[in-house]
């Protein structure tokens, strides 16, 4: 079976890495993948994607004016590159996969291709209204969220990655109270994981050629050197964004400095790793608000800031952690957790979103409100009872593979093709 994948920008977020581990898991079950997108950078994405073939069209057009209309040109770009791969290129394929932006999916179906789509969450809940421009911004957003609805309900399949995404699906899109909607987890790909964890001390010592790269890994290098004689280190690992809610981690810290005696603190340390795009605005702003708030804490000797990880580094940080702090509210699933957890470390989040079902309280870690008071109270817990820790480790691991192997994840998503292509040569028979 042939198969293209539709994805906007293939950077290195949580619906980035769902995209490539559905694609690797469609091309270890013997299919032929193609992977369409506006933006792709080997430098800044996961490395397995050089094993798959990638189309990036339209990567020069602008992705905003001014700092606006992101989502207008984003829904451009996507609906340009499906014109083009019907009708100006020589691709052939059997299902489309479309995620993120729904508009290719009317394409597609207008030119008979059977089309899943895979709903992280609604586009039209990730839009920050501007406060003193938000009479403007829901007129500019009625179209594009009223043509996320109809293309949605297109789809021949459509899957979301959590009950709660589910729940979610169907309280925005009321008129498609009627479609069906499975839930498909996420999965860890534990085979590559197993080799990361084998082999993490091989990373290859490339030199980046651009000038910006070049200062990043620089000052990555300069900040992990703060916690080089740390023993307790907590670690966050998210997008510069601030709908991930980073400061929670950051006052979180400040609170636990009030718990603990002088050894204990000068012990601890957060590590931050998030995901940087210089081409994006909030990226570079939300991290410079971070260092600010950091400073005004004096808490600039127990926190690094590191941007663009790779693979490899965030194994050996996955390694050196107590614990994995994550922070967002209602975050419709969250695939660190899971890679963590896979690493035998305990995770605190908040009791809310994805996290409900994927990390279970007191067993594989804590789900708590979301406060600084409460996210301290937990990572005090894990540093004056190192053997609830380790306990919490080991169930944390036995989860991922009992609930989210990349084995079960290849197999139902292989049913869900297999019956696609069997229901459309019904049709035609």
Same mark, same amino acid.
């Given at each position: 079976?042939?198969?293209?994948?539709?994805?906007?920008?293939?950077?290195?977020?949580?619906?980035?890495?769902? %995209?490539?581990?559905?694609?690797?898991?469609?091309? #270890?079950?013997?299919?032929?993948?193609?992977?369409?997108?506006?933006?792709?950078?080997?430098?800044?994405?996961?490395?397995?994607?050089?094993?798959?073939?990638?189309?990036?069209?339209?990567?020069?057009?602008?992705?905003?004016?001014?700092?606006?209309? @992101?989502?207008?040109?984003?829904?451009?770009?996507?609906?340009?590159?499906?014109?083009?791969?019907? *009708?100006?290129?020589?691709?052939?394929?059997?299902?489309?996969?479309?995620?993120?932006?729904?508009?290719?999916?009317? =394409?597609?179906?207008?030119?008979? *291709?059977?089309?899943?789509?895979?709903?992280?969450?609604?586009?039209?809940?990730?839009?920050?209204?501007?406060?003193?421009?938000?009479?403007?911004?829901?007129?500019?957003?009625?179209?594009?969220?009223?043509?996320? /609805?109809?293309?949605?309900?297109?789809?021949? %399949?459509?899957? %979301?990655?959590? $009950?709660?995404?589910?729940? !979610?699906? *169907?309280?925005?899109?009321?008129?498609?109270?009627?479609?069906?909607?499975?839930?498909?987890?996420?999965?860890? +790909?534990? $085979?590559?994981?197993?080799?990361?964890?084998?082999?993490?001390?091989?990373?290859?010592?490339?030199?980046?050629?651009?000038? &910006?790269?070049?200062? !990043?890994?620089?000052?990555?290098?300069?900040?992990?050197?703060?916690?080089?004689?740390?023993?307790?280190?907590?670690?966050?690992?998210?997008?510069?964004?601030?709908?991930?809610?980073?400061?929670?981690?950051?006052?979180?810290?400040?609170?636990?400095?009030?718990?603990?005696?002088?050894?204990?603190?000068?012990?601890? @340390?957060?590590?931050?790793?998030?995901?940087?795009?210089?081409?994006?605005?909030? +990226?570079?702003?939300?991290?410079?608000?971070?260092?600010?708030?950091?400073?005004?804490?004096?808490?600039?000797?127990?926190?690094?800031?590191? &941007?663009?990880?790779?693979?490899?580094?965030?194994?050996?940080?996955?390694?050196?952690? =107590?614990?994995?702090? *994550?922070?967002?509210?209602?975050? @419709?699933?969250? !695939?660190?957790?899971?890679?963590?957890?896979?690493?035998?470390?305990?995770?605190?989040?908040?009791?809310?979103?994805?996290?409900?079902?994927?990390?279970?309280?007191?067993?594989?870690?804590?789900?708590?409100?979301?406060?600084?008071?409460?996210?301290?109270?937990?990572?005090?817990?894990?540093?004056?009872?190192?053997?609830?820790?380790?306990?919490?480790?080991?169930?944390?691991?036995? &989860?991922?593979?009992?609930?989210?192997?990349?084995?079960?994840?290849?197999?139902?998503?292989? #049913?869900?093709?297999?019956? /696609?292509?069997?229901?459309?040569?019904?049709?035609?028979?």
């Amino acid at each position: 079976m042939k198969i293209l994948f539709v994805h906007p920008d293939l950077g290195v977020g949580g619906a980035e890495r769902l %995209v490539v581990d559905t694609a690797l898991a469609a091309k #270890s079950n013997g299919h032929e993948v193609t992977i369409l997108t506006n933006h792709y950078d080997p430098n800044h994405c996961f490395e397995d994607t050089r094993d798959l073939d990638i189309k990036a069209k339209f990567s020069s057009w602008p992705r905003h004016i001014s700092g606006r209309f @992101h989502a207008f040109f984003a829904y451009l770009k996507m609906l340009l590159a499906s014109i083009w791969v019907i *009708y100006f290129s020589d691709l052939k394929f059997d299902v489309v996969i479309c995620d993120q932006i729904s508009l290719p999916v009317c =394409v597609f179906k207008w030119a008979n *291709y059977k089309v899943l789509f895979y709903c992280h969450f609604p586009d039209q809940l990730l839009c920050v209204y501007d406060k003193n421009k938000q009479f403007l911004k829901k007129i500019y957003r009625a179209p594009l969220d009223w043509l996320e /609805m109809v293309t949605t309900g297109m789809a021949d %399949v459509i899957l %979301v990655n959590s $009950e709660f995404t589910k729940k !979610i699906f *169907y309280d925005t899109f009321v008129k498609l109270k009627d479609k069906r909607v499975d839930v498909l987890y996420p999965s860890l +790909n534990t $085979e590559k994981f197993d080799t990361l964890l084998n082999e993490f001390s091989n990373e290859p010592n490339e030199e980046p050629s651009d000038l &910006r790269k070049i200062e !990043i890994k620089n000052s990555n290098i300069l900040e992990l050197k703060k916690s080089e004689s740390k023993k307790f280190i907590f670690l966050s690992i998210n997008r510069y964004e601030r709908k991930k809610d980073l400061k929670l981690a950051i006052k979180a810290m400040s609170e636990l400095k009030q718990k603990l005696n002088l050894e204990d603190w000068e012990s601890c @340390h957060l590590i931050m790793a998030g995901g940087y795009d210089p081409r994006v605005g909030e +990226n570079l702003n939300h991290h410079a608000e971070l260092l600010d708030l950091a400073k005004s804490l004096d808490l600039l000797d127990h926190i690094s800031f590191l &941007r663009s990880i790779s693979d490899t580094q965030k194994i050996k940080l996955l390694r050196r952690t =107590v614990c994995l702090i *994550y922070t967002p509210t209602n975050e @419709h699933f969250g !695939i660190v957790p899971i890679e963590a957890m896979y690493c035998e470390r305990p995770v605190i989040a908040t009791n809310t979103g994805g996290p409900l079902e994927t990390v279970v309280n007191e067993v594989t870690g804590y789900l708590v409100k979301s406060s600084p008071s409460e996210f301290a109270k937990a990572m005090e817990k894990i540093i004056t009872n190192p053997q609830k820790q380790q306990e919490m480790g080991q169930n944390a691991r036995n &989860r991922v593979i009992k609930n989210f192997s990349f084995i079960a994840f290849q197999q139902k998503l292989n #049913s869900i093709l297999t019956n /696609m292509t069997s229901q459309e040569s019904k049709k035609e028979n």
